[in-house]
Each structure stands twice: as structure tokens, then as C-alpha cells.
């Protein structure tokens, strides 16, 4: 919730009383890689290009939003850097009065490139996907050879002046999880949030099973042999559903997320915006109203921002769900 004392109080409450303040915003349901947990290597069926919503289209959503109380954006996909000119839309959005906060995830491809523009533009911080500190690891998971390195992406982030900088592992039995102590210690010298999430087995993964979910009281298990962790507030913004904690005069913090052992939907304060222009209420599951005809038609946005939250559930049934009943999360702006 916001604490800006002149700010607009949030008015935008789903069905539960849950404020809503934050809003993904996927630019693109494409991607420059087909990470196994996420795409299939011969892609999905891409969104037709007429159907993805112009940037000015994305910014009149979030300008219609932000009086009623939303205050932080993330851009995600898909790859949200693989779209052209991504630093004009967040100039745009930058300029909407109310948005206190504008994130980016990305797979850091091309962060080395962009990082400053994008900051330039307006960005305030990044969260970098990574699962694996070996180059042909990085191969074998991403399965596109474009020459991704961690530490570089992580770099040019920090010259550029995003911060915090959130690291994200899915963590994989038997795939990386033997790399869970190296991502750790990364946090020793660098002031970077390492956080560790488990894997989903959501969309139509063939290669992945349940077997390959490591809980998180493993992983942390695993990070105590580098020394005992204390119990960490994590960075200053944007902590969302992560549990944060140091190792002994660490400069970074490590994080974890754990849809699959524990949910946070009670605290849930989130929806989503497809590239086409749904808005999604639930990651999972159907919950979701287009906004892409009323904003192509000058249309007011409220009436269905508030019929979209009506229907938010209360919770989302993953546990409960099959691996495959489930859409890949590149295609719902995970
Ligand atoms: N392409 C960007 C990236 O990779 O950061 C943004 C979109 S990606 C869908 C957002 C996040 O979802 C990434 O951190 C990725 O690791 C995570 N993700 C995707 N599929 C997942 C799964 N099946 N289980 C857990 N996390 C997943
Ligand atoms: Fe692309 Fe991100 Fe999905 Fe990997 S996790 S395939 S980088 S959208």
C-alpha cells in the first residue's frame, strides 16, 4: 500500500477487500528463449500482431488506473526487451502522475545494451531470470545459444542505476539444483537479492514432472552449509511474496518463493495485463476481462476494472491442479 501522503487512496478493491496496487504488464507474449519450464522449443502459438496492445494503448490502461489507487508496474512477457523501442513506453508510463515504482523482468539478454536507455527512460529497478551460472547450462536450460552472462547483465545494471537488483532461480532437481550454494554466494560480495523460486509445473511441459520441484526447506538447507542465515527485511522495495534472508556480513540478501509449498493470495495485491489486452485477476486459472476493445474505442476502462476484480478469487488452486492443465506463464505475464 502506498505511504506517499498526497497520493490517491486506493479505491480499486476486489470482492475480499483486497487493494489492488500493482499491475503486470506483458509487452510481449514472444521470447528471444525457451527456457524448459516455460516454452516449448518450437514456440507457442504467437499472439496475431493486431491483437497486442499499442503502447499508448498500455499507457491509457495504467493512466485510467493510477486514480484509483494503482502505484507499481512491472513489464514482463514473454521477453520484454525483444519488443522495439521498449525505453519510449517506459518514458510514457514514467509520466502518468501516481506511478511510484516501474520494474522490469527479463531474462538480461539484453540488459548489457539496454540498461541505460532503459534507465534513462525511467526505470527504477530489474529483476534478472537466471537458473545457472555454466554457459552450456544456460544452453541446455534456455536452449538458445545468445551468450547470456549473469554477471555482465547484472553489471551494466548497476552502472546504469537500477536498483535493487533481484536475481530469480527456478530451482529444478536434478538440473541446477547442485548450483543453488554458487547463486547464494554471489550475495557475499555483491549487493544483489538472489532469490530462489520454486518451479511451477504450469503450461504443457513435457520434460519437467513434480519430481523436479525442490521445496524450499531443501534449498535453504542447502544455503545453510554456507553459513547460518539470519532472517533479512530484503530490499527496500517491491518485496512481494518473497522471504528474505543474509548469510553472515553478506552484502546482498537471498529470497524465496514458494508457490508451490505455501500460496500468498490472502495478501494478493496484484493483476495482470496481457499483451492483448486481458486483465487477469488470478496467475492461474481463467479469471480475466478485455479491456483491448473499450481502449481501442475510447470506451471508460473503470466499469470493467472493477467487473475484473468482482470475479478475483478469493485463491488459486495450483496445488490441486495437473502439470499440463495450466497455460505457460511467458503466455499470462508471469
Ligand atoms: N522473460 C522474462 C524473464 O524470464 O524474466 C519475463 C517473463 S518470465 C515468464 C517471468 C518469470 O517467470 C521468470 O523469473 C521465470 O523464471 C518464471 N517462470 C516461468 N515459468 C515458470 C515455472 N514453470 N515455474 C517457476 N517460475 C517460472
Ligand atoms: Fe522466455 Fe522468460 Fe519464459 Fe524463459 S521464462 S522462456 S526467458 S518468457
Redesign the pocket.
Same mark, same amino acid.
Given at each position: 500500500m502506498s505511504d506517499t501522503p498526497d497520493a490517491e487512496p486506493i479505491t480499486l478493491r476486489d470482492q475480499f477487500g483486497r487493494g489492488i496496487e500493482y499491475l503486470r504488464i506483458?509487452v510481449t507474449d514472444r521470447?528471444n528463449?525457451r527456457?524448459v519450464?516455460?516454452m516449448p522449443l518450437e514456440g507457442l502459438p504467437w499472439l496475431p500482431k493486431q491483437d497486442i496492445l499499442r503502447y499508448e494503448e498500455i499507457v491509457e490502461v495504467v493512466r485510467q488506473l493510477a486514480p484509483l489507487g494503482l502505484r507499481r508496474l512491472r513489464l &514482463?512477457?514473454?521477453? /520484454?526487451t525483444i519488443r522495439p523501442q521498449l525505453a519510449s513506453l517506459v518514458s510514457m508510463l514514467r509520466a502518468v502522475p501516481g506511478i511510484e515504482d516501474i520494474a522490469l523482468? &527479463?531474462?538480461?539478454v539484453k540488459l548489457t545494451e539496454l540498461a541505460g536507455p532503459l534507465a534513462q527512460a525511467g526505470l527504477d529497478r530489474v529483476?534478472?531470470?537466471a537458473?545457472s551460472l555454466q554457459p552450456d547450462r544456460v544452453l541446455s536450460i534456455a536452449r538458445r545459444d545468445l551468450g547470456f552472462d549473469l554477471i555482465a547483465a547484472a553489471q551494466a545494471a548497476t552502472s546504469a542505476g537500477l536498483a535493487p537488483i533481484k536475481i530469480?532461480?527456478?530451482v529444478m532437481r536434478g538440473i541446477n539444483d547442485d548450483e543453488v550454494r554458487d547463486f547464494a554466494a554471489l550475495t557475499l560480495d555483491h549487493p544483489w537479492h538472489v532469490r530462489f523460486?520454486?518451479?511451477? /509445473?504450469?503450461?504443457d511441459?513435457r520434460e519437467?514432472t513434480w519430481d523436479h520441484v525442490v521445496p524450499t526447506h531443501e534449498i535453504l538447507a542447502r544455503i545453510a552449509e554456507l553459513g547460518v542465515l539470519s532472517d533479512d527485511a530484503g530490499p527496500s522495495r517491491g518485496n512481494g511474496p518473497a522471504r528474505y534472508y543474509r548469510l553472515p556480513s553478506a552484502a546482498g540478501t537471498i529470497g524465496v518463493i514458494t /508457490?508451490m509449498t505455501h500460496t500468498y493470495c490472502e495478501s494478493c495485491n496484484r493483476v495482470r495485463l496481457t499483451a492483448d489486452g486481458r486483465l487477469r485477476t488470478c496467475l492461474f486459472g481463467d479469471h480475466e476481462v478485455s479491456l483491448r476493445e473499450a481502449v481501442r474505442s475510447g470506451a471508460p476502462l473503470e466499469p470493467l476494472f472493477r467487473k475484473a476484480l468482482a470475479e478475483k478469487p478469493l485463491r488459486h488452486e495450483l496445488l490441486q491442479m495437473q502439470v499440463g492443465g495450466l497455460r505457460?506463464?511467458?503466455q499470462v505475464?508471469?
Open positions: 506483458s521470447c528463449f527456457c519450464y516455460c &514482463t512477457g514473454g521477453e /520484454p523482468s &527479463t531474462n538480461g529483476n534478472i531470470s537458473d530469480n532461480v527456478v523460486i520454486e518451479l511451477m /509445473p504450469v503450461g511441459l519437467l /508457490p505457460a506463464l511467458s505475464g508471469g
